[in-house]
Each structure stands twice: as C-alpha cells, then as structure tokens.
C-alpha cells in the first residue's frame, strides 16, 4: 500500500509562503520565551517557586464556590483547574506570605471547613521553595544550550556547512513553535514540558537528515539539473517515508495525549505539536534555507 | 548475505530468554525458592509518581551548627573561668563567627589568652582591646574551620534524619546528599506523610532548664527578663476539644542537661490516668548531673523544654538518682511515639528547612499506572495495525522488531535496577512509534530498489545499507538530548531520559539485525521470490 503515489510538488517554490509563516511562528515563540523568562507566562510551580494540590471529592465541587472558600482563608491569587471526569481540582499557588510548608495545610483545612459534606483525597501536593525554582530554571537553560550545541557539533562534523545551518536552524524553529504554541494557549510551561521541548529537539533531526541524505545523493548524479529541481525532486522523493515515520510516531504520542492521563496531558500535547512542527519544518524550512544559500553562491560565481 | 543466520538467530534467541528472565521478578509478586537461589530478583523499581510517596528536599541551616559550636565554646570557657576562680563579667557569642569575653582587668586577659591557646588553637586570637573600662578577647573561628564545621553538621544531619526514617519504618528509603547544604530525602509508598516530615524537619534539641521563680512569667516580655534567663511557652493540648493553650514560663537560659546525655527513650503508659509518656535513660555522666542537680534544687521547678518549647515544667519534690526521668505531656499516642524516635535517633546539628516536598498519593499513581499502560497498549495496536497494512508482511517483521525492541528495554530496565516514573512509560510509548520508523526508512528504500528491478535479496541488502547512515544520524542526536536531560533532569525526567536512551540504543539492535535476519532466512532458505511489502 502507498499513501502517496509519485508526487511532483514544487515546494522549493512555496518557500516565500511558508518563510513568512516560519517567521511569525519564531517570533511568537521567541516573545513567549522572553515572557516566561520575565515570568510573565504560565509558568508550573517547578520554575517559579509555589504550592501545587490536586484533591479528589466524592462530589462534583463548583469551581467558584472552590475559589470563594479559598480567599476566605487568605489564598485569594490561587489559580484552579478541574479535571472534569472525575471531581478533582488542582490548585495552584505562587509565592505568598504564608510559610513554605503551610500552604497545603491552609488548602485542606479551607476545604474541610467549607465543603464540611464534601470529603476528600489529596492525589498529590507539590511545594518548591523559591531557591529551588531559580536552581532549576538555571539548570534548565543549561540543558537547552548544551542540548543545542551538542545536536550543532553533531551536524556539522556529519554535513557540511550549509546543510548543517539549515537544520540548526530547523531544530531552533521547532523549539520556538512548541514554546508558541504553549504561550498562544497559554499553558503551564514546567519541567515536563521543556524534556518534550528537548526530545524534539532530538527527534526533529530524524525528518531532516532523511531528506538532507537524499538532496546530497541526488546533487551527486544530477550534476547539470539546476539546484531548484534537484532539491525539489529530492523532498518528492523522500516525502512518503517523512510522512509515514512522522505517522508512527504521531499514533504513539496521540494515544498518550487522549489515553494516558492528565498527569502526562500537556507533556503528550507538546510531542504531538513537536512531531507535527518537525515534519514541516524539514521540508518546508531546512530545505529551502539550503537551496536559497546554494542558488546565491552559484549567481554570485556566474 | 545469508552466512551466519543461525548466529544471529542464536543471539536473539538468548537476549529474549535474558531479557525474560530478567522481567519475570517484576512481573511475579512471589518468587518460587529454587528462583531466587541464582536467577535474578533486581525489580523495575517504580518511581515515587507511580507508587506514591514523597520526595523532599531539605535544607540545612549550617550557620546554626557553626553558631551552636561558638555557644559551646562559650559555654565551656565560662566553666573553666570559674573553675580556675578567675572573674569575668560576660562570655557569649557574637555575631555567627566570634565569642567576645568582657573582662574587668588586664592581668586576667593575659591568663585568659594562654588558656585559650592551649584550649583553642584552631580558632584565631583577636587583638584585645579596650570598651567602657572593660577588657575584651574576641575569639574568631576562621573560615576553613568553620566550613568543616558546616560540612560536618550536614553529614551528622543526614546520619540522624537515615536513622529516624530507619525506626519510623519506611521500606527502601532514599536518603542522599545534594550540593554543599542540602539533603533529598524519598519515603516511597508512605501512608502518612505529613507525620514522616514532621519527624524528619525536628531539631528535637532536649533541655532541661530550671525555673526561674524569682520573675514573674505573666508579666514578663523578652526586654524585662534578667540577661540570662529566658521566656519560653509551655503548650498544652486539651485531648477532647483539641484546643491548644499556652503558658508563658521564664527559664535559664543554661541548660543543666541536654538530650546528648540519653542512651534510651520509650514510651510507656501511665497505669493511673492511662496517659502516654516518654521514659529516658541517661547515660552515666547524665545520671550523675542529674542526681547533683535534683539534689540541689528540691522543691524547685525544671522545664523540660524541646526545640524551644515546653512540654512540662514539674516541681523537683526529692533527689532523682539512678538516672532516668520521664517526659509527660498531653500526649497522644503518635505524638509520644514519634518524640520517643527522635530522642533515641538524637537531635540535628542544626534546624532543617523543607524547601521542596513533592508528594504523591497512592490512588494517583495507581490511576497513572493504568492509563500508562493503556496508553501503551493503544499505541502499539495502532501502529501494529498500521504497519501491517501499509507493508504488509514486512510490516509485520517491522512490527516483531518493535515487540523485541520493547521486550528488550524492559530487561535492560529490569537488569539495571531502573526506577520507571510515568514519563518513563510515556518514553516506551513514545518508542513504539519511533522503534518502527527505522524500519520504515529501510523498506522505502528496499521499494525504490525494487522498482529499479533489482532482485529481492539484493534489493533488501541495499535497503538495509542505505538507509545505516540516516537511522544512525536520528539515532544520535535523540540520545544527545537524551544524555543532557538525564544529567540534569531530576526523578520523573531521569526516569524519561533513561527509557528512551536504553530504548534507542536497543533500537539499533532490534531494527537493523533482528529484522535483518527474518528477510535473509526467508530470502535464502525458504526461496521466497516475491516480498510483500
């Protein structure tokens, strides 16, 4: 069976197109890197410090009635979020006055005093000091940076120069979508998120290299094709093979998104917009920054 | 290409019997006898976001400990002065580095100096000098000393904290030092986790303390109190109603015992009103202050005061000899429980600060188990269905690769004593998708090569030769990723890091030679003309 049969589509040609999209996407993404990095965005309690308890009642709680009985006892800025199919309710709290360490207890006593008929469990209850939040987030840069030099030095020993700066530069615009993506829909940017960002980051490389390989084969037999084909022929070619192993691996982290659980929800959501940014981006941006750059420095020769 | 088959075959055969015997102990909860002789019994550990439990990070107050040493010093140079009848007027800490003696003349500083010499080497002399009329010595601890002082009282801390857990009864606790001040502490699977870190974070410092009868507590505020005495609260919990009340008392501020003095504390059950107290041993030096003290002070008060707080403040009614008291207080049965634990266990060096407390409840992790593996489940039978259909029979050799990549990551797992954490599993999942996708590349090729008009077998070979390079490029960079998040990633992210690494590594294994054999078998031995593919 063949998804696709023989394809002959000029996607060289949409580079203009698909460059303007790109952009935009890196830009948001790299507006919502500086935001979090402010500390403007959705950022999970893991970076910025705070109080995380999600509880388990046998009745359905009304999100307002929660948020009433919580200012009553001094945590009005707490954010809360329900887990719709089973009565649970994650509150969240940044930094307060209250002691590390109290805050969880202020949370069940507020709940067992106003929701007196409402029993319930404490699935989990999370509290990061501020010291530890700044350790992390260093931490984390580190870990992105080295990630990304370490993938570079790997690309540039394997290719050459060109072809090296055009999947950096994809690995870099896949990075920038996922944080885009995130901060568009304004979701918790934490610890889980930024292993998807980084396994993307590694996976990424995969589409790309399978249509790098491929232009390098075909620029060796075609010597007298002009760069635009060769390159245009070369993504025809590969373009079963990119979709159906991105298909793979999109079925795998699908059924995480929609059968694993919330504790993995957003972290399942990231792979899936990362597998899909990854194969677009192989063909649509790590190619036509290479071909762009050789059709100039054959111009700039003539 | 069709020499060594059997070897290969061999070779697979053996990894899955390793790697099956390595998964059984996992899978078994009861081990028969005759398997635990020389099989392995090392389990998938599962993380504490699995099997609940708490995590924390614990900060240690190292300043306190470098202070409470200069209090000691302080303390012991008071006893020597007046022991050797030389007059001062104060001797106490200063600062968190000094302890500044003020005394009345110079001839006293002189004798002073020498004996804190020979006392005190390792701790440098400042130049004396002169303040309202009085002489004064300042002694500094330098920083070296001061350092190991630190260091020291981490480690003790850590010693304390194992050995509290250790009577408290937790199975298969991690205690672990992080960086220069801190302490990570796991308590897998713990019922109660707000009792543990309570009974962890203690200080369970132990005084006793004699009354100050000549002030009167009630009116008395900090400013008001002679210089070395001390108001503490006494707290006391009224059993039925729950209310906590406190009585101001005033104290000195010199302990006549501390809790270093015990060799033992149990809780006992008092027969009259059916109350629980603690009962402590003192050790012989103990026991013979104790006996000096209640001797001299009969008809006094002494407050028996922990961390700062008192449980009770009796009146000495006769001399205590033979060296054991007891502790009562308005106890419940936990509380004397636990209190008993940290006096035998010993007080830290210095107070702890909790600064991270990650706790996961046992129905959580239990419900991520499940919808893990259901996921797991589901993302295999898609892609199994998908690669069957797309590639027909070759598509089921990719899918009996993707089985063994999984089957052989679970033993590595398995063999190496790894904890699972649920982003773990997600990783597994996640592999399923990308366990195929070399195979995918492979066979795209072996298509072209068929197309060309190549002939089956050399078709495949050549697949399987141009398609090296690319699987070993996407293989790479993941595991370069893979290796930065393990070393900085913490728990659950560790646990990612280290399925996925072990998953990709497997890979190459699986994807290029297992599979590779299934179409040289079929290709040379059986005579298949046609693939279907």
Redesign the interface.
């Given at each position: 069976m063949e998804l696709i049969g023989k394809t002959n589509i000029d996607f060289i040609g949409m580079r203009k197109v698909s460059f303007i999209i790109s952009s935009i996407i890196s830009i948001i993404g790299l507006f919502g890197m500086i935001q979090m990095g402010r500390g403007a965005a959705n950022m999970g309690i893991d970076f910025s410090g705070g109080t995380a308890v999600q509880l388990k009642f046998t009745q359905p709680v009304g999100i307002d009635k929660a948020r009433e009985a919580l200012a009553k006892h001094g945590l009005k800025e707490a954010s809360l979020q329900d887990i719709k199919e089973s009565n649970k309710l994650l509150i969240k709290v940044g930094k307060t006055t209250l002691a590390t360490g109290k805050v969880a207890d202020t949370i069940e006593d507020a709940f067992k005093k106003e929701f007196a008929g409402n029993q319930f469990v404490v699935e989990s209850s999370t509290e990061i000091g501020p010291s530890v939040g700044d350790k992390l987030r260093k931490d984390t840069l580190t870990a992105i940076i080295i990630s990304l030099i370490g993938i570079i030095i790997y690309i540039a020993w394997r290719f050459d120069f060109k072809f090296g700066v055009g999947a950096t530069i994809a690995t870099i615009h896949d990075v920038l979508a996922m944080f885009a993506v995130f901060y568009l829909l304004n979701k918790e940017i934490n610890l889980l998120f930024i292993t998807a960002v980084l396994t993307i980051a590694g996976y990424s490389l995969t589409d790309t290299v399978v249509v790098f390989d491929r232009i390098r084969e075909n620029l060796h037999k075609n010597l007298k094709e002009t760069m635009h084909n060769v390159f245009n022929k070369s993504i025809n070619e590969v373009l079963s093979r990119t979709i159906v192993t991105s298909l793979t691996a999109f079925l795998a982290a699908i059924s995480l998104l929609l059968f694993g659980g919330e504790v993995i929800h957003d972290f399942a959501f990231a792979l899936v917009i990362g597998i899909a940014v990854a194969t677009y981006s192989s063909v649509f941006v790590a190619s036509p920054i290479v071909s762009l750059w050789e059709e100039r420095g054959i111009k700039a020769k003539a | 290409m069709s020499k060594g088959i059997n070897w290969r075959f061999l070779l697979i055969v053996a990894f899955l019997l390793l790697s099956v015997v390595y998964i059984t102990p996992t899978l078994v909860s009861k081990m028969p006898s005759w398997w635990t002789g020389i099989l392995p019994k090392e389990k998938i550990h599962l993380g504490l976001?699995l099997q609940g439990g708490s995590h924390l990070?614990m900060?240690v107050d190292t300043p306190k400990a470098v202070e409470g040493a200069l209090d000691l010093i302080a303390t012991d140079l008071e006893d020597s002065l007046a022991a050797q009848t030389l007059r001062f007027k104060r001797i106490a800490r200063e600062g968190g580095d000094k302890v500044k003696m003020t005394l009345y003349d110079k001839a006293t500083a002189e004798t002073v100096q020498a004996i804190i010499k020979k006392k005190y080497p390792e701790m440098d002399l400042l130049p004396q000098f002169e303040e309202g009329g009085f002489t004064v010595i300042q002694l500094k601890m330098n920083e070296k000393v001061a350092s190991d002082r630190k260091d020291k009282s981490v480690s003790q801390a850590l010693e304390t904290i194992r050995n509290r857990i250790d009577q408290f009864g937790v199975s298969e606790p991690i205690i672990a030092r992080e960086g220069l001040t801190n302490i990570v502490v796991q308590l897998p699977g713990i019922k109660d986790?707000k009792r543990a870190i309570e009974l962890i974070g203690k200080t369970a410092r132990l005084e006793f303390k004699l009354v100050d009868e000549n002030v009167n507590a009630a009116l008395a505020t900090p400013g008001s109190i002679p210089e070395d005495d001390e108001l503490l609260m006494e707290k006391r919990t009224d059993q039925t109603t729950g209310a906590v009340t406190e009585t101001p008392l005033v104290v000195k501020k010199k302990a006549i015992i501390t809790g270093d003095l015990l060799t033992d504390a149990q809780v006992r059950i008092d027969s009259q009103f059916n109350q629980p107290y603690v009962s402590i041993e003192f050790n012989s030096t103990g026991a013979r202050l104790f006996d000096q003290i209640t001797a001299a002070n009969v008809g006094k008060r002494f407050a028996v005061v922990l961390d700062s707080t008192i449980y009770s403040a009796p009146v000495i009614r006769e001399r205590i000899s033979g060296g054991s008291a007891q502790i009562s207080g308005s106890f419940t049965d936990k509380d004397a429980a636990d209190l008993s634990i940290v006096l035998r266990a010993g007080s830290l060096p210095a107070p702890v600060?909790?600064?991270?407390?990650?706790?996961?409840?046992p129905?959580?992790g239990q419900?991520?188990i499940?919808?893990?593996l259901?996921?797991?489940a589901?993302?295999v039978l898609?892609?199994v269905i998908?690669?069957a259909?797309?590639?027909?029979v070759c598509g089921l050799v990719a899918n009996y690769g993707m089985v063994l990549n999984i089957l052989f990551l679970m033993g590595a797992l398995a063999a190496l004593g790894a904890t699972l954490t649920?982003?773990g599993i997600?990783a597994i999942?996640?592999?399923?998708?990308?366990s195929?996708?070399s195979n995918?590349?492979i066979f795209?090729r072996i298509r072209?090569e068929l197309r060309l008009g190549k002939p089956p077998i050399a078709a495949v070979d050549a697949g399987y030769d141009k398609a090296f390079?690319?699987i070993m490029?996407?293989h790479?960079?993941?595991?370069?990723?893979?290796?930065?998040?393990f070393?900085?990633?913490t728990g659950?992210?560790k646990g990612?890091a280290v399925s996925?690494s072990l998953g990709i590594i497997i890979n190459l294994f699986s994807s290029l030679v297992a599979t590779k054999v299934v179409f040289d078998f079929a290709l040379s031995r059986m005579n298949v003309k046609r693939l279907s593919i």
């Open positions: - | 976001d990070i900060e986790p600060k909790i600064i991270q407390n990650v706790t996961v409840g129905s959580l419900d991520s499940r919808k893990g259901m996921a797991g589901i993302g898609l892609v998908f690669m259909v797309y590639y027909k649920l982003p997600a999942v996640l592999l399923v998708g990308i195929v996708d995918v590349l795209e072209e390079l690319t490029d996407s790479v960079t993941t595991l370069i990723t893979a290796a930065v998040l070393q900085f990633g659950p992210v990612f996925l």
